[in-house]
């Protein structure tokens, strides 16, 4: 199994990567006094990775930074990338001293989140082959972020590479795309999906099939919804909040509720990291087991609420948003019903509620209903109080 396993319905960019890595690997065996460095390299020191949700940019960025880190004996033969070495290994789990990640702890990624990594960059590597940064959301860098990303891909160090992952070009500032190489990615198909799902996870394929096709090809959540029974219940949830709004009363309960269920993913996720968190820096501050801080680091645990404050924030609109995206389907295949298209539906779990709800409305009530999810998704992207965005919109569903 090698790297580019990971990469579901990307045989193109498996092949791009898989280029550019052995010639990075031809490189830095030149820079030993080997071998004469390639005529004409396909590697380069800044990537600019997009693609739709589910499409797999961050695994892609990250099993490029795997191949740039191998030191498989047998990479010359091969190709870089084997997925067994350490090099490969630490890459994929995270702890590779040469492979920084970056994510946005909140909505934005902040110029002080950025400021020890982009030091970094400008750093020869501590023992692998390449300094490698991995901004896994390139398009909530900020004003200042932004610039100071721009200055270090303006003048990288020579054996520096940035890997920025993002949906789409648009949502990277120019200055900083226009000094990347552009590797897009598209939704993979269901078929290949479900067939990952078999192979990787050993899910029944009845089950993954079904996994894919709610999930229109988003890989992890497909992952998740076929192998978290607590997932599937979630989305059933969500799916009967149609046929919740009948009154006024039923909407705001209904909205309440998937607040509610939003704001409890995010509370059971943070709970053990923020606790791991606080811990390792009472430790590294000096503190005794359960005793007081020493004097003067208030200012530092403060600094690491509120950055977990953020993330929470972050948590529970990503959850909300991947409730909005079921919901989105829900009316996807209403319309379709509506219409007489013989596209596949997504939510055949469903299917006696798809009918009655279509039968129940027009093509123009559904399309309404469409907008009024989008526009709370707008609404929460500009920290609108997620209880009012939903609400309005549950008020808007009942409305048609």
Same mark, same amino acid.
């Given at each position: 199994?090698?790297?580019?396993?990971?990469?579901?319905?990307?045989?193109?960019?498996?092949?791009?990567?898989?280029?550019?890595?052995?010639?990075?690997?031809?490189?830095?065996?030149?820079?030993?006094?080997?071998?004469?460095?390639?005529?004409?390299?396909?590697?380069?020191?800044?990537?600019?990775?997009?693609?739709?949700?589910?499409? @797999? *940019?961050?695994?892609?960025?990250? =099993?490029? +930074? !795997? /191949?740039?880190?191998?030191?498989?004996? $047998? &990479? %010359?033969?091969?190709?870089?990338?084997?997925?067994?070495?350490?090099?490969?290994?630490?890459?994929?789990?995270?702890?590779?001293?040469?492979?920084?990640?970056?994510?946005?702890?909140?909505?934005?990624?902040?110029?002080?989140?950025?400021?020890?990594?982009?030091?970094?960059?400008?750093?020869?590597?501590?023992?692998?082959?390449?300094?490698?940064?991995?901004?896994?959301?390139?398009?909530?860098?900020?004003?200042?972020?932004?610039?100071?990303?721009?200055?270090?891909?303006?003048?990288?160090?020579?054996?520096?590479?940035?890997?920025?992952?993002?949906?789409?070009?648009?949502?990277?500032?120019?200055?900083?795309?226009?000094?990347?190489?552009?590797?897009?990615?598209?939704?993979?198909?269901?078929?290949?999906?479900?067939?990952?799902?078999?192979?990787?996870? @050993? *899910?029944?394929?009845?089950?993954? =099939?079904? +996994? !894919? /096709?709610?999930?229109?090809?988003?890989? $992890? &959540? %497909?992952?998740?919804?076929?192998?978290?029974?607590?997932?599937?219940?979630?989305?059933?949830?969500?799916?009967?909040?149609?046929?919740?709004?009948?009154?006024?009363?039923?909407?705001?309960?209904?909205?309440?509720?998937?607040?509610?269920?939003?704001?409890?993913?995010?509370?059971?996720?943070?709970?053990?990291?923020?606790?791991?968190?606080?811990?390792?820096?009472?430790?590294?501050?000096?503190?005794?087991?359960?005793?007081?801080?020493?004097?003067?680091?208030?200012?530092?645990?403060?600094?690491?609420?509120?950055?977990?404050?953020?993330?929470?924030?972050?948590?529970?609109?990503?959850?909300?948003?991947?409730?909005?995206?079921?919901?989105?389907?829900?009316?996807?295949?209403?319309?379709?019903?509506?219409?007489?298209?013989?596209?596949?539906?997504?939510?055949?779990?469903?299917?006696?509620?798809?009918?009655?709800? !279509?039968?129940?409305?027009?093509?123009?009530?559904?399309?309404?209903?469409?907008?009024?999810?989008?526009?709370?998704?707008?609404?929460?992207?500009?920290?609108?109080?997620?209880?009012?965005?939903?609400?309005?919109?549950?008020?808007?569903?009942?409305?048609?």
């Amino acid at each position: 199994m090698t790297v580019w396993d990971d990469l579901v319905g990307q045989e193109k960019v498996s092949e791009q990567l898989d280029a550019a890595a052995r010639d990075a690997d031809a490189l830095v065996t030149a820079a030993a006094g080997n071998t004469p460095p390639p005529a004409a390299s396909r590697m380069t020191h800044a990537w600019l990775f997009t693609g739709p949700p589910g499409a @797999g *940019v961050t695994q892609a960025a990250r =099993a490029f +930074a !795997a /191949a740039l880190q191998c030191v498989s004996p $047998d &990479r %010359a033969s091969a190709g870089p990338g084997c997925g067994f070495c350490e090099g490969c290994h630490t890459t994929l789990v995270g702890t590779h001293a040469d492979v920084s990640t970056v994510t946005a702890v909140g909505t934005q990624i902040l110029a002080e989140d950025m400021r020890d990594t982009v030091r970094k960059s400008f750093t020869s590597p501590a023992g692998g082959r390449w300094q490698v940064i991995l901004v896994e959301d390139a398009e909530r860098l900020n004003e200042k972020s932004a610039n100071a990303v721009l200055k270090a891909v303006e003048e990288p160090a020579p054996c520096t590479v940035w890997l920025l992952c993002a949906p789409s070009i648009e949502d990277v500032l120019p200055t900083i795309r226009s000094r990347c190489r552009q590797v897009n990615l598209r939704t993979p198909s269901v078929a290949a999906v479900a067939d990952m799902l078999v192979r990787r996870e @050993g *899910v029944d394929p009845e089950v993954a =099939a079904a +996994a !894919a /096709a709610a999930t229109q090809g988003h890989v $992890d &959540r %497909a992952r998740r919804l076929a192998t978290d029974p607590a997932a599937r219940e979630r989305r059933a949830a969500v799916l009967r909040l149609p046929l919740r709004l009948d009154d006024i009363g039923g909407c705001l309960k209904a909205a309440q509720e998937l607040v509610d269920a939003a704001a409890a993913d995010a509370k059971a996720l943070a709970e053990e990291t923020d606790a791991k968190e606080t811990e390792e820096l009472k430790a590294a501050l000096g503190a005794a087991q359960g005793g007081r801080l020493p004097r003067g680091t208030a200012g530092v645990m403060k600094e690491l609420e509120d950055k977990q404050k953020r993330r929470r924030t972050r948590t529970q609109r990503d959850s909300l948003d991947l409730a909005l995206t079921d919901l989105t389907g829900f009316y996807r295949d209403v319309l379709a019903l509506q219409l007489g298209s013989r596209a596949a539906i997504a939510n055949a779990d469903v299917e006696d509620a798809l009918h009655r709800v !279509a039968r129940a409305g027009t093509p123009e009530s559904t399309l309404r209903r469409i907008e009024a999810i989008a526009a709370c998704r707008d609404a929460l992207d500009r920290n609108v109080a997620p209880l009012l965005a939903v609400e309005a919109m549950t008020m808007a569903l009942r409305a048609g």
